[in-house]
Nanobody, 124 residues
Framework: QVQLVESGGGLVQAGDSLRLSCAASGRTFSSASIAWFRQAPGKERDFVAG????????YYGDSVKGRFTISRDSAKNTMYLQMNSLKPEDTAVYYC?????????????????WGQGTQVTVSS
């Protein structure tokens, strides 16, 4: 079993930066991919960014390209999402997710483990 715990959310102003963390425990991720999703009120949960745990390959959703950076620290079993130039439309609950495959995919139904989420609110 895998446990994922997000942290780092909060209230910021437009243009600010924020870094989210996702601490993983329970098993190793040598054959896994990890991702961030977000869900705004009344909207579906959307893919934000993903990373291959071993390869370090990354993939981003169009709305965050050039502003967000996903990374991982294998020694700490932790994944990060550096969010720069935040906009009010980035306001959402952010979730980290993991799947037992190296391939990064955008469909949430293909992820096996989920964290509880952390709220990010960007004021204008």
């Amino acid at each position: 079993q895998v446990q994922l715990v997000e942290s780092g959310g909060g209230l910021v102003q437009a243009g600010d930066s924020l870094r989210l963390s996702c601490a993983a425990s329970g098993r190793t991720f040598s054959s896994a991919s990890i991702a961030w999703f977000r869900q705004a009120p009344g909207k579906e949960r959307d893919f934000v960014a993903g990373i291959g745990w071993s390869s370090g390959s990354t993939y981003y959703g169009d709305s965050v390209k050039g502003r967000f950076t996903i990374s991982r620290d294998s020694a700490k079993n932790t994944m990060y999402l550096q969010m720069n130039s935040l906009k009010p439309e980035d306001t959402a609950v952010y979730y980290c997710a993991a799947r037992r495959s190296r391939a990064i995919v955008v469909a949430q139904r293909l992820y096996d483990y989920w964290g509880q989420g952390t709220q990010v609110t960007v004021s204008s």
